[in-house]
């Protein structure tokens, strides 16, 4: 267990020591910190909790954003710069790497996303009206609990759009490649849930598209009640399309020969 802490804390030390990581950070902090205090400049009659939803529209996906490049490049860039052999060699199955790069990826996931928290309700809570009412919060439930489950929803999105950048980073070993795919997979799930062309009314197949289920917020708008089992089949859609990919590039990784 010590060894296999060693290995993690070896990947995370290649992750902080870049001088990339900390401008991705400084950003998503600054950025997220900003936002509430020019959406004072506009209004004094924006809440709080209006605050955090819309800065957390935009800085999630910045956040996401930051999370695929350094998971795109967790794999790929031991090939690219010509390392990956060197870390083979070392007394560690090739499993237990491979869990050391995904559990130091997914802390920057947890590091960005609590440092995206904790920023966006510091200065919404500063900046905004603390009496204005929440309008982009639905009658039916609470603010608190609805901005909650909105941090949660948006995280359980990156964490698998993460999987996803992490399987390509295996299996193609390229760190350029699977970030312009992963980045073409973000854009093409927001235009796909914004114009609604692929209706599940219309066609069932999209049911089983990952696109479909990767906006986990439209369930907060909708009456509880009525999407408990979407919600349920959603998440189960998620879980699955999460197992295939981690699988993937488990296989990938274990079974390549690299002494080419």
């Known amino acids: 267990m010590a060894d296999f802490s060693k290995l993690v804390h070896n990947e995370n030390l290649k992750i902080y020591l870049r001088v990339r990581t900390w401008i991705m950070l400084g950003l998503l902090a600054v950025i997220t910190a900003v936002i509430p205090m020019l959406i004072s400049l506009i209004s004094d009659q924006v809440s709080v909790w209006d605050g955090i939803v819309l800065t957390t529209m935009f800085t ?3 956040n996401t954003t930051f999370t695929v490049i350094v998971a795109a ?3 790929a860039g031991e090939f690219t710069w010509g390392t990956i052999k060197l870390l083979l060699i070392r007394p560690w199955t090739r499993s237990k790497i491979l869990l050391s790069k995904y559990i130091s990826v997914i802390l920057f996931s947890l590091l960005g996303t609590i440092i995206l928290i904790l920023m966006v309700t510091l200065s919404s809570w500063m900046m ?3 009496d204005a009412p929440a309008g982009s ?4 439930s609470d603010p608190i609990s609805y901005v909650t489950l909105n941090f949660l929803y948006s995280y359980i999105a990156l ?9 390509l980073s295996a299996v193609f070993r390229s760190s350029a490649l699977a970030i312009g795919l992963s980045l073409f997979m973000m854009f093409t799930k927001t235009v796909y849930n914004s114009i609604g062309l692929f209706n599940t009314d219309r066609f069932a197949w999209t049911q089983y598209v990952l696109f479909t289920h990767m906006d986990l917020k439209k369930y907060l708008d909708m009456p509880p009640g009525t999407v408990s089992s979407d919600l349920t089949f959603s998440l189960t859609m998620l879980a699955a399309y999460y197992v295939v990919f981690i699988a993937v590039a488990w296989i990938v990784f274990v079974k390549r020969d690299v002494a080419t």
């Open 60 to 62: 999630f996906f910045l």
């Open 73 to 75: 490049d967790s794999v």
């Open 128 to 130: 905004l009206s603390k």
């Open 137 to 140: 919060v639905p009658l039916f």
């Open 159 to 167: 964490f698998v759009t993460m999987a996803f950048a992490f399987m």
